[in-house]
């Protein structure tokens, strides 16, 4: 009789197929800013229906494309979603989270000039919320480690020499 597959030991196609998935894709790099109010408030942006994870707040931002310096992608992005200039900002914290079917480096810069007024340009609502409220505002899980970096630098926000 020929020798069946250990169901045991053999994980199923599907998770395979995902596991192959997350070995050989590279990350997506993704550039985030942190844009401060004068209150010391922080905007965030709501991820548009049909869009992974659909509903979540986040900081505006968005791919880096082959060829970029982060923070040329950093200040494309601001434009096309927020419509402001950004001539100025610093790298905040940066790491790597894996959700279930992909996995994303997060690189948050603190932007310290900009010039415009942030505007909606891809329909996605916007807030501006408290370091402190953050935890409560609907944040991605994935993004919540940035809350203590941002923390740290709320200060400078309001005025105070980093
Ligand atoms: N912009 C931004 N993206 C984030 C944050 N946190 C986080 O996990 N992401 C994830 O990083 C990816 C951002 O890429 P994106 O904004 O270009 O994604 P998208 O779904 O709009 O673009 P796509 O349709 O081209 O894939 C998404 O998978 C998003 O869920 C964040 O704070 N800001």
Redesign the pocket.
């Known amino acids: 009789m020929a020798d069946r597959p250990d169901r045991t030991t053999r994980p199923p196609p599907r998770f395979t197929r995902l596991l192959r998935m997350i070995v050989q894709r590279p990350p997506?790099h993704?550039?985030?800013g942190a844009i401060f109010d004068e209150q010391g408030r922080v905007l965030?942006?709501q991820?548009?229906p049909g869009?992974?994870?659909a509903g979540?707040w986040?900081?505006?931002?968005?791919?880096l494309e082959p060829g970029e310096e982060r923070i040329e992608a950093l200040q494309r992005?601001l434009d096309e979603e927020l419509g402001i200039t950004v001539h100025s900002a610093e790298p905040l914290i940066c790491y790597e989270?894996h959700?279930p079917d992909?996995r994303?480096v997060?690189d948050?810069w603190l932007v310290t000039k900009y010039t415009g007024t942030p505007q909606s340009l891809e329909g996605q609502p916007l807030q501006w919320v408290a370091v402190n409220d953050l935890e409560k505002a609907g944040?991605?899980d994935?993004?919540k480690p940035?809350i203590p970096a941002l923390q740290r630098v709320e200060g400078w926000a309001l005025g105070c020499k980093m």
Not at 58 to 63: A, L, N, Q
């Open positions: 997506a993704v550039l985030a965030i942006a991820r548009p869009k992974h994870l979540g986040e900081f505006p931002g968005g791919k992005e989270h959700y992909r994303v997060l948050l944040l991605l994935a993004d940035m």
